[in-house]
Structure formats: structure tokens, C-alpha cells
């Protein structure tokens, strides 16, 4: 079944940013007419082989499009509260309400997967679990919602390569766990079971699309595009308009004129402050990566941090949000977007 996922498609990095800017603006588009109609809401999972990009395509998603209107979601193990709680209960906790896009990592496919690879469930219990994620999927489809499900593979040996490669930079190092090893050593498995969950749950409208998680071009691209074409047709099924979209910015002028008001804390900034676009570009990998390690750290020690972004329209908080998360470990994080009171 994979095999269709091994060709080594590629895309350079010219072609990219051409098509790079024209999808993002498309994207965008679509998730503030989606905001606007606010009449179901997007489920987007991603699952497949470790290494594939899973995390850095969710990662590209939110910086990509507003990440204010982006729920992102990872699962570790089950807390206290949810070992007492029904098994689809998280998961219906988490769904995102109507008008807004929901990412989901590590989610409802991984922990039949990885019981059933390391024998903790036989095929019987396998094929229980998967008719049950079928009914949750069914449920929510029949409600109306968008269901996107990605799996992204790699082939045995393009998954050494990559494990090797980022375990050999000293900015990426911290991508890779033990457990990333240990379920390498399980491939196989990992692939005839994988075989098994995209056959029995490919139905529907919450069909699979397979990718190929080699070049990262490619990746971002086919799921970017699969994301925008999928949205589209649902929105023009369930709700034709002829409002111009293109044009709808979703950003307002204040309207206040700084000479008529009292001076404020905001007046002795110094504004004009600025860095050069070649030293910013040197330096924001190492500060990325500095990031991303200190988050993996504060997650496994299990120490939270918020960041609250404030400020006029335009003035950057978005920008800012998409670059902060994009070494983060996509389980790890979640933007929230609070109207103001």
C-alpha cells in the first residue's frame, strides 16, 4: 500500500516559494470565510511514521495561517481524571467549535497502534478499537464537520537517514527521543499495522491521503493543497457566497489620532529600533533551536509557560506567535485566541 508513497517527490526551493505565497494566501482566505460562516468546524489528524514531518507540517500550518483561529492538539499518556473518564472522552473535549480548524497529533489512532505492535492488544481487541473510532468518525461527519486524515510515511531507510541527520545536528538533536529508536526497531510492524488501521478506517468523508514525508517542499505543499482544495469544496457545498474574500482582511484601523490624545507609556518607546534582515536571518536558527530544546525540556519536566501577545492590529503579534512555535514540539502548545471583554 505505501509503495505509492516511496517515489521521491520533490520540490525545489524556487518552485516553493512561488507556490509558497500563493497557497498561504489562499489558506488564510479560506480559514476567515470559514470563521465568518462558523457552521462546522475542521478536524485535521496526523499520524504515520516517526520522522515523516508530522510535527513540523502542523508546525508550517500555523505558520502558514493565523494560528489565533488554529487549535493544535498532542496526547500523552492518560492523566488521573481521564483513566476515569469514557475513551473518546479527551477527544470529544478537545474538538474544535464550529468556524475554526482543529490539528490533532498523536491522537486517537496511536494508542491502539502502539498496543497492538507491542502485543499489549491481540488483533481481536485491534479491530474493536478501530469500529469504535469509526462510530466517533461517523458522528462527527454526519454533524457536519470537515474530517482530514494524513498519514505521512517514509520508507525504512529514508526514516535511518532522517533520525541520523537530525540526531547529528547539534540545533535538531533534541527532535529525537529514545523512544523514536526503539520504535524504529519495530518498522515493519509499525507498517503492517499501519496497513491494517488506513484500510479499515479509509471511509467515507474521513478518507486517508497518504504522503510522502521525504522532502519537506513536497510535504508542506500536498498537505497545504489538500487542506485548501477539501475546505473549498465544503464551504461552496454548504455555504455559495459571492462575497469577495480575496480583499477581506480582517483588520481594522483604530481610528484615533495620536495628537489628540494624552501622552501614555507607549510614547517613549523607541519605535524605530530595527535589525537587519541578514543578521535576523543568521541569527533566528540558533534562537529557534535554543527554543525548541528548552521546550522539550520544560515538557518533559512537566513545567508550563504562557505567553500572552497584546497590541494594536498589525503591529506583529501573529508573526510573532508563528515563529515562536515552529521549533516547538507540536504536542506541546496551544494558541488561544480570547475576545476582548
Not at 494524513?150 to 538533536?173: G, N, V
Request: glycine share 6%.
Amino acid at each position: 500500500m505505501f509503495e505509492t508513497a516511496e517515489l521521491g517527490q520533490s520540490v525545489d526551493n524556487s518552485e516553493f516559494k512561488k507556490r509558497e505565497l500563493e497557497l498561504r494566501a489562499e489558506l488564510l482566505t479560506l480559514q476567515y470565510r470559514l470563521q465568518d460562516y462558523a457552521k462546522f468546524p475542521v478536524i485535521i489528524d496526523f499520524a504515520g511514521v516517526d520522522g515523516a514531518g508530522k510535527g513540523t507540517t502542523i508546525n508550517m500550518l500555523n505558520k502558514w495561517m493565523d494560528p489565533r483561529l488554529l487549535r493544535t492538539t498532542g496526547y500523552v499518556a492518560l492523566t488521573a481524571d481521564e483513566l476515569g473518564r469514557p475513551r473518546f472522552w479527551r477527544y470529544w473535549r478537545d474538538m474544535p467549535p464550529k468556524g475554526r480548524i482543529g490539528l490533532f497529533l498523536t491522537g486517537r489512532y496511536s494508542r491502539p497502534l502502539m498496543d497492538y505492535v507491542y502485543g499489549r492488544i491481540d488483533e481481536l481487541e485491534f479491530d474493536e478499537q478501530l469500529s469504535q473510532i469509526i462510530r466517533f468518525e461517523s458522528e462527527l461527519v454526519e454533524d457536519g464537520a470537515l474530517m482530514l486524515k494524513f498519514w505521512m510515511h517514509l520508507s525504512s531507510e529514508h526514516q535511518k537517514q532522517r533520525l541520523e541527520a537530525l540526531s547529528a545536528d547539534p540545533e535538531k538533536s533534541y527532535m529525537v527521543r529514545d523512544v523514536d529508536w526503539k520504535n524504529r526497531d519495530h518498522y515493519q510492524d509499525f507498517v503492517r499495522a499501519a496497513e491494517k488501521i488506513v484500510t479499515r478506517t479509509n471511509k467515507g468523508r474521513a478518507q486517508w491521503n497518504i504522503v510522502e514525508g521525504v522532502d519537506p517542499n513536497y510535504r508542506h505543499l500536498r498537505v497545504g493543497e489538500i487542506i485548501a482544495e477539501e475546505l473549498t469544496r465544503h464551504l461552496d457545498r454548504s455555504h455559495p457566497t459571492a462575497v469577495d474574500y480575496a480583499t477581506h482582511t480582517h483588520v481594522e484601523e483604530s481610528g484615533l489620532r495620536r495628537t489628540s490624545l494624552p501622552p501614555t507609556v507607549f510614547d517613549k518607546l523607541k519605535l524605530s529600533t530595527s535589525l537587519p534582515k541578514s543578521e535576523y536571518k543568521k541569527r533566528l536558527p540558533a534562537v529557534q533551536s535554543r527554543l525548541g530544546e528548552l521546550g522539550r525540556k520544560a515538557y518533559e519536566k512537566g513545567q508550563s509557560t504562557v505567553l500572552v501577545f497584546e497590541g494594536p492590529d498589525a503591529s506583529g503579534k501573529g508573526g510573532a506567535i508563528r515563529r515562536t512555535v515552529w521549533s516547538l514540539d507540536a504536542r506541546s502548545y496551544r494558541v488561544h485566541q480570547f475576545a476582548a471583554p
